[in-house]
């Protein structure tokens, strides 16, 4: 998945390299089998809240995730309990090949989206109890949100320029019902995304883990103290076109990048900045289509200090 376009919803085809079986063609022949059937595959980015939204195999274990959705929910909390002393809400449950994936938000901080994957046994009609993620994708997400903690003045900054752009053109974020249902990768607000390893921040990281009470000051410390990588942390400013069914604009997306790059005193990163359209496919909640920067071509890099 490319952090950098922006696309901060977990994608069919990532997610379906975990179970094997499966593949990224049923994004398509979903796409295909809705328009034969007269049902449009999108929906305004205002009425989203992961309706539609599937994964390879799903059909049997997401009907499965309703009627044990108690006993799922236990299994999750327990993971993230034993693993990383941290209390999560789990907000979706998607079924998928032999297993069920579950959307979680952190109860506190550090705020961040992620997902857990936990596996089933629908012959048997039971929760296996085997609970298990992405490499690093968990970590990666805790570690994102633990550089929101260390640079919090730095995104209140990007905030307020944030609802500024939305105050001066036609566009609003992302519904944060959207985010709870669909979102894993990390820190996550409604203009906005972080992504980024534990691998990127490694002190950082363990110092949480061995002390939840961290302050933020010694967090930023720690994180200052490595060498400014510009691949370190991916941020990216996304907005959706706010009337219904509207496409991207590009006139928007070169006025808004263009006062994005006068902006000050936001954290340290490599920046994508994307005008999004309004319509969002219900099957993957990604955007129908984009404007913005171009990954690894005209990414915005903030230096720390500028």
Known sequence: MDWKRARTIFTVCALSASFVLGGCGLTTNGTKQAQSENVSPYIPVQDYVGQG?????????????????????????????????LEVTTHNL???????????????????????IVGVDLANQKVTGNVWANEGAVEGAITSGL??????????????????????????????????????????????????????????????????????????????????????????LTFFMKEKHASSNQK???????????????????????????DIIKRTGTEKNYKGTIPDKTDIIKIPGN
């Open 53 to 85: 939204y599937s994964l390879p195999n799903g059909e049997k274990t997401g009907e499965f995730a309703k009627t044990h959705r108690k006993e799922i929910i236990d299994q999750v909390n327990k993971f993230f309990k034993d693993k990383y002393d």
């Open 94 to 116: 998607v079924g998928a090949t032999n297993a069920v994936v579950a959307f979680v938000e952190s109860k506190g901080e550090p705020h961040f989206h992620t997902s857990v």
């Open 147 to 236: 550089y929101e903690m260390a640079y919090e003045e730095e995104f209140r900054n990007l905030d307020r320029f944030a609802e500024a752009v939305v105050k001066k053109y036609p566009v609003i974020g992302m519904p944060q019902q959207m985010i709870n249902h669909t979102v894993n990768v990390g820190y996550a607000a409604p203009y906005y995304s972080l992504s980024t390893s534990e691998l990127n921040f490694p002190e950082a990281y363990k110092a949480f883990m061995n002390n939840h009470n961290i302050s933020k000051q010694e967090l930023r410390t720690l994180i200052q103290k490595q060498p400014f990588d510009k691949n370190g942390i991916d941020i990216s």
């Open 252 to 278: 928007i997306a070169n006025e808004v990048i263009v006062e994005f790059k006068k902006l000050k005193k936001i954290a340290p990163g490599n920046y994508g900045v994307f005008i999004q359209s309004n």
